[in-house]
């Protein structure tokens, strides 16, 4: 089985940062994406970043500019750093792992961010 883990939420102050991370079991880096989507009350999930296998990415609107994903393929880590945050990204942020197309996903991290 693929078990995602994610870590690092919890509560944060607008303005503040926050970086989550996210390990899952080895599979192989050149067959597989990861990215970071977010879920707040009454919203449907949605994409927050993506990164490839390749190292690109791809990121919703709302964090551009602030959200950095990375990955480390030695460690089969994804990382979401967040800077600026803003009482809109409060959410459950849960990681994804697409391998030979299925997904895969953690339980989420609930991030919460004080005005």
């Known amino acids: 089985q693929v078990q995602l883990v994610e870590s690092g939420g919890g509560s944060v102050q607008a303005g503040g940062p926050r970086r989550p991370s996210c390990a899952a079991p080895?599979?192989?880096?050149?067959?597989?994406?990861r990215g970071w989507y977010r879920q707040a009350p009454g919203k449907q999930r949605e994409l927050v970043a993506v990164?490839?296998?390749?190292?690109?990415?791809n990121y919703a609107d709302s964090v551009k500019g602030r959200f950095t994903i990375t990955r480390d393929n030695a460690k089969n880590m994804v990382y979401l750093q967040m800077n600026s945050l803003k009482p809109e990204d409060t959410a459950v942020y849960y990681c994804n792992l697409e391998y030979i197309g299925m997904n895969y996903w953690g339980e989420g991290t609930l991030v919460t961010v004080s005005s």
């Open positions: 080895p599979t192989p880096s050149s067959s597989n994406a």
């Open positions: 990164i490839t296998s390749g190292g690109s990415t």
